[in-house]
């Protein structure tokens, strides 16, 4: 056998060897475990804030006013008082915060709206003559 033959030869051994005793291909990469949400969190407890008027006459609808909301099992009581109003002196509303921290709830033409995020509060109260923006804690203190 010449140098030539000899060279292709040994080279022929050496890919097959190399092909044998390569590593086998390691098992396909699985994807990362995937996190489920731990599903709703309770927003349960006293949320302390401030109402802020954000339309009607600032004379009879008042500026802005402390705000207190007991929230138990997502839901919650509020009443907004407006004297100025003489045919619905009191809008009530049973609100329920949903999943995903979202509420609303309608007495006749009045509403209330917002959403609940940690231990925050914010939404907006909507009477027949004013409308309120809120914004209020769990951690808050008054």
Known sequence: MG????????????VAAA??????????VTPAAVIQPAGPVSVNGTYNGITQLVQGPAMSCGTQDMLT??????????????PQVPWQH??????????DGSFQAQSG???IRG???????????????????????????F
């Open 3 to 14: 140098r030539v033959q000899f060279g292709i030869a040994a080279m022929a051994t050496c």
């Open 19 to 28: 092909g044998c005793t390569s590593t086998p291909p390691s098992s396909p």
């Open 69 to 82: 909301l007991h929230v138990v099992d997502n839901t919650f009581g509020y009443t907004l008082k407006q």
């Open 90 to 99: 009191v809008r009530s509303f049973n609100v329920v915060i949903a999943p």
């Open 109 to 111: 033409t009045a509403y």
């Open 115 to 141: 959403t609940v995020s940690g231990s925050h509060m914010a939404g907006d109260i909507v009477g027949d003559a004013c409308a309120y923006h809120f914004e209020a804690d769990s951690s808050g203190t």
